[in-house]
């Protein structure tokens, strides 16, 4: 099995920063793809950020503002989040895919992280 850990939200003024970690841990052989996704209260779970080990990509929403980063040593993803909006306000998940040493496929979320954008 693989666990995601989550850690960095909270509340923060608008125009604030926050840098989300997820931490992998368990049974990985490989990690291909790891994405942070966030879903606000009456929303659905959108994807804010994907990386792979060859590119990464972003929401529009949050395009210039929000930078998403690996530490492949540590299996850990980050989520650099610069000049937060009230609209940023969500429960932010954390998704990892890869392949376990049993060379069997993963895919695992994070409890979720809040992070609240209001003055």
């Known amino acids: 099995q693989v666990q995601l850990v989550e850690s960095g939200g909270g509340l923060v003024q608008p125009g604030g920063s926050l840098r989300l970690s997820c931490a992998a841990s368990?049974?990985?052989?490989?990690?291909?793809?790891m994405g942070w996704y966030r879903q606000a209260p009456g929303k659905e779970r959108e994807l804010v950020a994907h990386?792979?080990?060859?590119?990464?990509n972003y929401a529009d929403s949050v395009k210039g503002r929000f930078t998403i980063s690996r530490d492949n040593a540590k299996n850990t993803v980050y989520l650099q989040m610069n000049s937060l909006k009230p609209e940023d306000t969500a429960l932010y998940y954390c998704?990892?895919?890869?392949?376990?040493?049993?060379?069997?496929?993963?895919?695992?979320w994070g409890q979720g992280t809040q992070v609240t954008v209001s003055s």
């Open positions: 368990g049974s990985i052989f490989s990690i291909n793809a």
């Open positions: 998704h990892i895919q890869g392949t376990t040493r049993g060379l069997q496929p993963f895919d695992s």
């Open positions: 990386i792979t080990s060859g590119s990464t």
